[in-house]
């Protein structure tokens, strides 16, 4: 008995940590790599969480009707790896985003880059990047 529950207990250890990989997207499933889009906007929220980072933009268009984009990024230990803090994103801050639209239509892209209104500019270390 001892013994089947050491081996339930092992292979529970090994399959747990794989959960989140079976959740994990491939990006051409999610994005079309054929659909770039710019938009400028002010940030509304940032998610600094894995799988990917993900922040908020309301966008603004030429009629004055503000529309929440939810733009995905690389994971947090990526970003910080190309240089990125949590401070270079903050709500409230103006930008411009190049990225990838989603292929279901809805306000939700894959980053590619952001520009701050100072000319601040980092890439978002997305697979958009790579056009996978």
Do not use: C, Q
């Not at 529309?67 to 970003?79: F, V, Y």
């Not at 411009?96 to 209104?117: C, E, H, Q, Y």
């Amino acid at each position: 008995m001892r013994k089947k529950l050491g081996v339930l207990v092992a292979g529970l250890g090994l399959v747990i940590p794989a959960i989140p990989a079976f959740a994990h997207h491939s990006f051409a499933a999610e994005y079309d790599a054929n659909k770039p889009i710019t938009l400028n906007g002010v940030v509304t929220k940032l998610d600094w969480t894995n799988p990917h980072a993900r922040f908020y933009v309301d966008i603004k268009d030429k009629s004055g009707k503000v529309t929440n984009w939810n733009l995905e990024l690389a994971s947090p230990n990526a970003l910080r790896r190309l240089g990125w803090t949590r401070d270079f994103l903050k709500v409230g801050t103006e930008v411009t985003v190049d990225a990838v639209l989603a292929k279901d239509g809805s306000n939700m892209a894959s980053a590619k880059s952001i520009t701050l209104a100072d000319g601040r500019k980092m890439v978002a270390g997305s697979l958009a990047d790579e056009g996978k």
